[in-house]
Nanobody
Framework: QVQLVESGGGLVQPGGSLRLSCVLS????????MAWFRQAPEKEREFVAA????????HYADSVKGRFTTAAESAKNAVYLQMNSLLPDCPAVYCC?????????????????????WGQGPQFPVSS
């Protein structure tokens, strides 16, 4: 059974940094990809970042380029999202998701329909 468990959410000041982790079990990351999506209250879910397991290629939403970095650690079957210069947006739930079926295709990484398994998502608000 595929499971994704996120961690690392919490309170952070605008301009601050936070690092989220997502550990995958029940499937190997190496031939697939994983992404981060976020959803704020009363807003639609939006793509944030993705990384492929095979060659660690990354893809980012324009809104986070230069501020967020995602990376995969195949040995731990995990991906990370380093968020810097956080903006005072509304609180959001950040979820990681597993691309399926593999292999991950770069042109489809940003679409939620490309992902078959989702984590519950840590919740972290940005305080002002």
């Amino acid at each position: 059974q595929v499971q994704l468990v996120e961690s690392g959410g919490g309170l952070v000041q605008p301009g601050g940094s936070l690092r989220l982790s997502c550990v995958l079990s029940g499937r190997t990351l190496s031939n697939s990809g994983m992404a981060w999506f976020r959803q704020a209250p009363e807003k639609e879910r939006e793509f944030v970042a993705a990384v492929t397991g095979m060659n660690a290629a990354t893809h980012y939403a324009d809104s986070v380029k230069g501020r967020f970095t995602t990376a995969a650690e195949s040995a731990k079957n995990a991906v990370y999202l380093q968020m810097n210069s956080l903006l005072p947006d509304c609180p959001a739930v950040y979820c990681c998701a597993l691309y399926a079926p593999p292999p991950a295709v770069m042109s489809s990484l940003r679409f939620a329909t490309s992902y078959a398994s989702w984590g519950q998502g840590p919740q972290f608000p940005v305080s002002s």
